[in-house]
């Protein structure tokens, strides 16, 4: 049993050595699933959901809200401020890319990018990613196997998490002839490392990148084997970028139908309100109508907000994309790490105290669904599925401790009147408070040394404070003090690396693949790691153990187990009030933008929209 304890040791550097060229390891392959094999074969001409036909030119303007001065997102000093477009899953990999591509219209499966084919046995104890001949940088320099290890070794001394905890699992890393390079594995590795390895990782040019200089972040020359390069760059302001004329990749067919425009503009905004006000000018070209991860979804905007001229004259199209993937999980994060979240009596008492049908009817448009499950809408998540001998036997002793409820699959957060102040929800607050050891006294709840049960929730967005402003009031009401601090982009950020908060608001997106990327949100060795993504600081054996379950499970019916059965203990850990999912994109954009006819898995791909005034 490979152990998940090991997974984030001290960290260590990799040489390399040269074998033979044309060593004999497998069968060199198109492509890799993480379970089963990819869906297309492999004389593939373009990923289904793209239009192979659309002609290359135009220019699109997005716009972002926020800032930025670094254009390396690799380290903690850029994590959050970094240009986008650099390394980007939504505006594409303008800059840098992986080995290989992952398909959005399966649960994880990779293509051939960087790397032509890939190399593994049955047990994935090795992996070799054969390099295409044509990849080359944007100075014109060949794309070889010293650039992968460099690539690697150099992450793993001054990257970030989870950058920096890539080759943890990597107990050999050797450079097989000019433009191939073989991962073998150690006990501290997973069957999904391969395809992490291949797809989250991207490769840097040696020749152009001083390691001494790496951590600094900065805005100097760059060069990269993406499609773009960088034409104007004005520090928190905007970024262009525009096509390169040389790019090696334009006819890989992963490739095909996507990176349709000369240039790319990214300008920056302080409000998402002024952001829109350039959306109706014409200056952005696309503008999706709310973000769960700054908690600025508003139904009510989506509804009424698009009535001007240009939406009358029909230059303006609004579209609703629907999505198969699991909802994910937006909510408000209890800072665990913090004495008074501690206890998991007080985190769901404090949980059941959030009205959410009044915060739904009177600042949210009504239109919203509350969330049970971080897999919620799929056969991965707890709610709805009742937990099987299988999962049970992955939970031990841990089931013993759940509510029947939850482990029947039908348990629930109390749904109120929308009232406001609904006394049975509000007892049921109060009675879980009191099995915590607090009681009202002089209408404060209050701990047996007469302390008031009081917290800070921070903030970043005038969105974001509508809602902590709507659980106060409901806190209020029994007597729990909760005090609002809103910060600045660049403290925001800064707290949030070093878990400076009580309370804070994010999105924990879901896939229909999870894996090493739980590491990093919820696991006992990152809770103490600066920049990882579990702001919970959820350290619990049971979690660590399920996650290790997903990670090694070979057949659907056992990873669908493991991940139930996580699920169902983030569920009953109460790290997170959950608030609410839309169940779909929306996304307003003029006319001259078109995009594909097909939605895949994932829900909309901007990178495989075009400019129809280059037709």
Same mark, same amino acid.
Do not use: C
């Given at each position: 049993? =490979? %152990? ?40 593939? =001409? ?13 220019? *699109? ?18 994590? &959050? ?20 591509? =992952? ?28 390099? %295409?001949? @044509? ?20 992450? @793993? ?18 450079? *097989?002839?000019? #433009?191939?390079?073989?991962? /073998? ?27 001494? @200089? ?109 999505? #198969? ?19 998991? @009596? ?69 749904? /109120? ?49 509508? *809602? ?26 800064? #707290?949030? %690396? ?6 804070? *608001? ?27 993504? %579990? ?18 499970? &070979? ?12 699920? #169902? ?43 129809? &005034?280059?037709?």
């Amino acid at each position: 049993m =490979r %152990n998940l304890a090991a997974l984030i040791p001290a960290l260590f550097l990799l040489g390399s050595s040269l074998l033979p060229a044309g060593t004999a390891l497998a069968q060199p392959l198109h492509g890799i699933s993480m379970h089963g094999t990819p869906a297309l074969p492999a004389d593939f =001409r373009h990923l289904p959901y793209v239009n192979p036909d659309v002609k290359k030119g135009g220019r *699109i303007s997005y716009g972002v809200v926020g800032t930025f001065d670094s254009l390396n997102p690799f380290v903690l000093k850029g994590m &959050r401020t970094t240009a986008r477009g650099v390394w980007d899953p939504e505006f594409g990999n303008l800059l840098y890319e992986p080995l290989m591509l =992952r398909s959005s219209d399966e649960p994880f499966s990779l293509y051939g990018l960087l790397a032509e084919t890939a190399e593994w046995d049955e047990e994935r104890s090795f992996v070799q990613f054969n390099l %295409n001949p @044509k990849a080359k940088w944007s100075d014109g320099e060949p794309v070889t196997a010293d650039d992968i290890i460099f690539t690697f070794n150099l992450l @793993k001394e001054k990257g970030r998490p989870p950058f920096n905890t890539r080759l943890d699992g990597v107990a050999k890393l050797e450079k *097989i002839g000019d #433009r191939s390079v073989r991962f /073998t594995f150690n006990d501290k590795a997973n069957r999904e490392t391969p395809l992490i390895l291949a797809s989250s990782t991207p490769i840097l040019p040696k020749h152009a990148i001083d390691p001494e @200089k790496f951590e600094q972040a900065g805005l100097g020359p760059v060069v990269g084997s993406g499609p773009y390069r960088i034409k104007t760059l004005r520090p928190g302001e905007r970024i262009i970028w525009e096509r390169n004329p040389d790019y090696w990749g334009k006819d890989i067919p992963g490739k095909v139908g996507f990176d349709n425009y000369d240039e790319i503009s990214v300008t920056y905004f302080l409000q998402v309100t002024t952001m829109f006000e350039a959306f109706k000018k014409g200056d952005i070209d696309i503008y999706p109508e709310g973000d769960a991860i700054n908690g600025t979804s508003d139904t009510s905007h989506w509804g009424q907000a698009y009535n001007f001229p240009a939406v009358h004259r029909g230059d303006i199209v609004k579209d609703v994309f629907q999505p #198969r993937l699991p909802t994910g999980m937006f909510g408000l994060v209890f800072n665990t790490r913090r004495a008074v979240f501690a206890d998991e @009596k007080v985190r769901e008492g404090l949980s059941y105290a959030l009205d959410f049908e009044w915060m739904n009817k009177n600042i949210l448009g009504g239109s919203f669904k509350r969330t049970q499950s971080y897999w919620q809408n799929s056969p991965l998540g707890a709610y709805g599925n009742a937990a099987d001998e299988r999962e049970l036997a992955l939970l031990g002793d841990a089931a013993k401790t759940m509510p029947p409820e939850l482990l029947a699959g039908t348990y629930a957060m109390p749904t /109120t009147d929308s009232t406001g102040a609904d006394r049975k929800v509000l007892k049921m607050a109060v009675d879980k408070l009191k099995e915590a050891g607090y009681s009202i006294k002089n209408g404060r709840m209050s701990d047996a040394n007469g302390r008031q049960l009081a917290f800070e929730i921070m903030t970043q967005n005038p969105a974001q404070e509508r *809602i902590a402003l709507a659980y106060q009031r409901s806190l209020n009401l029994i007597g729990v003090a909760m005090g609002i601090r809103s910060v600045d982009d660049g403290q925001y950020q800064a #707290r949030s %690396n070093s878990f400076d908060y009580d309370m804070i *608001i994010r999105s924990l997106p879901s896939s229909l693949s999870p894996g090493m990327e739980q590491l990093n949100r919820w696991s006992s060795l990152s809770r103490d790691a600066q920049g990882s993504f %579990n702001y919970a600081g959820a350290a619990n054996p049971d979690i660590d153990r399920m996650i290790e379950a997903l990670l090694q499970a &070979r057949s659907t019916e056992d990873f669908q187990a493991a991940v139930r059965g996580y699920d #169902r203990l983030l569920v009953a850990g109460h790290y997170v009030i959950p608030l609410y999912y839309i169940g779909a994109q929306w996304v307003a954009r003029w006319k001259y933008i078109d995009r594909p006819d097909m939605t895949p898995i994932s829900g909309n791909q901007k990178q495989t929209w075009w400019d129809a &005034r280059a037709q």
